[in-house]
């Protein structure tokens, strides 16, 4: 399959834009996503304030497209008095329902003047949520816990960084508190590859028959700033640390101009996604330029076909 036949734009992008909230903000962006047990999609979408400090407020859909039912008012708001890793904003949430807690787990990053980190909550309804805090230190974001657990341990996909370089790592825990093992899944590449200055986790895994699908963002520095697109691999059912597959080119970047321009230029930034009634089909909700949200839709068939296995 040829890179530009795996995924394609809803056509009517963006679905939300700032002009959609109910109160004023700077732009709406990055979402999770999940489909709720009634069958709404429900998107926990970044807002950032006129500050530049963001928090989520919670969109709901029947259709996962149109006619979105947005919160009135800051669904998940940063608490810097009792969580002071928050104390810049709340960032980048991403959503896995865990079937063994019949809680959803949302992994976030906590932005403070030590860094961005990895905190946790957990919720049942999206209205009454559990902040656990960090559980992954500065500096290390872009996370998702596994929606199940790999031999009796959950798993946490996360990009620390060391220096200017970010590679995807993965780690265990007993307790979705404490985490260790941690092993290398795979590096930027070198070069002039579009991924070749960092890459990290862009949608929580998605498991199928072959193994995890592991959606990235790739980003590399040009001249006139840096290029995120999205790329795909495939890691080992029972060992998501080792990568089977990783696809050599990017099968989405930004084209249009609502992902041109922006807040922040040429970025696309998938970070939710949900599965619809067949069981194949995607629906991948992404950050346009830091402004606003797109659709594209693909299937695991798809993405496994380009990746040939």
Not at 240 to 262: A, F, T, V
């Amino acid at each position: 399959m040829k890179r530009n036949e795996v995924i394609k734009r809803y056509e009517r992008n963006p679905i939300l834009t700032r002009n959609d909230l109910k109160y004023e903000a700077n732009s709406i962006f990055n979402p999770g996503a999940v489909r709720l047990k009634d069958g709404t999609t429900l998107l926990l979408c970044r807002i950032e304030d006129f500050r530049g400090v963001s928090h989520f407020v919670a969109a709901r859909s029947s259709n996962g497209i149109d006619n979105w039912q947005i919160d009135e008012k800051p669904t998940f708001i940063p608490e810097p008095d009792n969580f002071p890793e928050e104390s810049l904003g709340i960032e980048d949430p991403r959503i896995v329902y865990l079937k063994e807690l019949d809680k959803y787990a949302i992994t976030y990053t906590a932005l403070s003047s030590e860094g961005p980190a990895v905190a946790l909550a957990f919720t049942d309804d999206f209205k009454n949520f559990e902040k656990i805090g960090i559980i992954l230190r500065p500096e290390d974001k872009d996370a998702a816990i596994l929606p199940e657990k790999i031999n009796a341990k959950w798993a946490i996909v996360h990009r620390p960084m060391k220096t200017t370089i970010g590679d995807i790592w993965i780690s265990y825990s007993e307790d979705l508190k404490h985490w260790g093992e941690s092993k290398l899944i795979f590096k930027a590449r070198k070069g002039s590859w579009w991924d070749c200055t960092k890459v990290g986790l862009s949608t929580p895994l998605i498991k199928t028959e072959k193994g995890w699908l592991l959606l990235y963002h790739g980003v590399r520095k040009t001249a006139s700033g840096a290029l995120y697109r999205l790329g795909v691999a495939l890691l080992d059912l029972n060992d998501p640390s080792k990568c089977i597959k990783r696809g050599d080119e990017w099968i989405l970047g930004p084209e249009e101009s609502y992902e041109r321009i922006g807040d922040v230029p040429n970025v696309v930034f998938p970070s939710g996604f949900t599965i619809q009634d067949d069981n194949d089909t995607i629906y991948i909700y992404y950050g346009a330029a830091d402004t606003c949200i797109g659709l594209a839709i693909t299937s695991i068939s798809k993405l496994l076909e380009y990746l040939g296995v």
